[in-house]
Structure formats: C-alpha cells, structure tokens
C-alpha cells in the first residue's frame, strides 16, 4: 500500500497523516515500522502516535536535525533502504 499526503488530504507532520497510516495497515500502531529521512517531520509524528520508527539517514536533513530524545527511540537506523529487510528479519527472529 502507498498512501501520500495529498491522496489522503492531510500532510505531515499532522498526527492525522499517521493515524491514517495506522488505519490502512489495519493493524496497532506497535506493529507499524514507519521509515523516515527526517526527525522533525516524520520520525517524531510518528513516534507521537506509538508507530515503530526507522530512520534513513540521507538528504541534507538526515545529517543537519538532531534530537538524541528521538533519535534513541528508532527501532533502526539506516544508510540506506537496501538494509531494512534483513534488520526486520532478524529483529522478528529475536522477538
């Protein structure tokens, strides 16, 4: 499923656009991994509402914003996409 803000008419960092998320995964907010490029406008929204985090490290604001108090609460931290299936995999192994 891909949803956008403007399919659902609602941006981020608006809690609405993440409780939308949480509703099309049909599932608890805990059991969503959200992955994000930026602590402000993704990461901290999403965390707001009890999803799982990722954040991708990439763009200038992936290494400009800083907020160790959510920064710490990401399940993952990546370089790059290619990484998330194998960390899920073992993270679900070891869980």
Not at 56 to 68: K, N, S, T, V, Y
Not at 86 to 93: A, C
């Amino acid at each position: 499923m891909i949803g956008t803000s403007d399919g659902w008419g609602v941006e981020k960092p608006s809690a609405e656009f993440f409780e939308r998320v949480v509703a099309e995964a049909g599932c608890p907010a805990r059991e969503v991994l959200y992955v994000g490029d930026r602590l402000d406008n993704d990461i901290r929204p999403a965390q707001a509402v009890g999803l799982a985090t990722a954040l991708i490290r990439r763009g200038p604001w992936g290494h400009i914003l800083e907020d160790p108090a959510v920064d710490d609460r990401c399940l993952f931290h990546l370089d790059s996409l290619t990484e998330l299936p194998d960390l899920v995999r073992k993270h679900n192994e070891a869980n």
